[in-house]
């Protein structure tokens, strides 16, 4: 996300979205009654009031519209609500969807702008997502995938074998050199920071034993798993090995923030869960971290209770506390989400 403006007196900032990770920080930024403000096409009606002789045309308008619902998909965010500002042939107090994508140009106005909103901003505009392969194997299966914002993307798969001999396990056909060579493809073709290899038992090893490319080992982390599937690769990213390689990427911060939520939670110390407990700790001014996920905050907004959890992050603020937004598409959300969508960690005990 590049910045291209900010005048925090007026509470404006104005941005151009680059990427579909920046749709993703932007559905947890923007949230009901702010404006939102760009160039939009806009269905205009010409040749006066009578409808058979009127025809419509869609022309590119620069509009202001106060946010009444935010729609996040992946590759487009839509904030619908009431248009307030435009050229003369726009009508105002009619409702408008504005459509952000890559390249596009927005300026969002809040009443104020918070710590924590800002601080996803910030995150946005500089923090690059390290280019992280993750290789899950045995001696007859392979899967890959390729490490996004909020979760991760299931590259391929393939089956082959080794044979068994004795105790060890001995490569007699290709399925090593296949899964190297598979490697070396998305290599070249992502120009990857690190590659993530792991296995149960041994079976990294042996392959690291057939991988000759120096270069490329310098970007390997061997890593333990308990099987190889494609449910492996949310065992992985906890694992010890990586939390170095994914030390800057949101999901390891989310996962370490949520491991500790639930383990505070398992001894019935400093955790607070659901909307109401983790309403009553707030107002006590008791929240050190407090966790929302992304999908609670939206169902709050369809169901028009954002302002609940809003009054909530605001006392956060005043008292000190650090808001973190987890995403509901990864381990970390789905954990969180089954504790109500929203929780904190205590200063102290209530």
């Known amino acids: 996300m590049k910045i291209l403006h900010k005048n925090l007196k007026k509470q404006e900032v104005k941005l151009q979205v680059e990427n579909q990770e920046d749709l993703w920080y932007l559905s947890g930024m923007i949230d009901p009654g702010d404006l939102v403000r760009g160039y939009t096409l806009r269905k205009i009606k010409i040749g006066g009031d009578d409808q058979r002789k009127a025809q419509v045309k869609r022309k590119r308008v620069r509009i202001t519209v ?56 910030n995150e946005a505009a500089t923090v690059k997502l390290p280019k992280i392969l993750i290789v899950v194997h045995d001696r007859e299966s392979a899967f890959f995938a390729r490490l996004k914002r909020n979760n991760y993307e299931v590259l391929s798969s393939f089956h082959g074998s080794v044979q068994k001999k004795a105790d060890n396990v001995q490569a007699t056909g290709n399925f090593y050199v296949d899964v190297i060579k598979q490697i ?42 308990s099987s190889a599937t494609e449910n492996a690769f949310k065992e992985v990213l906890k694992r010890n090995e990586v939390k170095d390689v994914l030390r800057k990427d949101r999901i390891s911060k989310e996962i370490v923030l949520v491991d500790e939520l639930l383990g505070e939670i398992s001894k019935a110390k400093l955790a607070a869960y659901g ?76």
């Open 66 to 121: 106060q946010a009444e619902k935010i729609d996040y998909k992946p590759d487009m965010l839509k904030v619908l609500g009431i248009i307030t500002e435009g050229p003369d042939d726009v009508q105002r107090g009619t409702h408008h969807t504005f459509t952000l994508e890559e390249n596009t140009t927005a300026t969002i106005i809040k009443q104020r702008w918070l710590k924590y909103q800002l601080d996803r901003l």
């Open 184 to 225: 070396t493809e998305y290599d070249l073709r992502y120009k990857l920071d690190s590659i993530v290899i792991a296995s149960p038992a041994f079976f990294k090893e042996d392959l690291m034993k057939n991988l000759g490319d120096k270069e490329l080992k310098k970007k390997i982390v061997l890593a333990t798993c």
């Open 275 to 350: 909307l109401g407990h983790t309403k009553e700790t707030a107002e006590a001014g008791a929240v050190k971290s407090l966790l929302i996920s992304d999908g609670f905050i939206q169902t709050m907004k369809e169901k028009d209770k954002y302002a609940e959890i809003d009054s909530i992050m605001k006392i956060v603020e005043q008292t000190r506390g650090v808001i973190h937004i987890i995403s509901s598409d990864n381990d970390a959300g789905k954990s969180l989400d089954g504790l109500g969508g929203i929780a904190a960690i205590l200063r102290y005990s209530i």
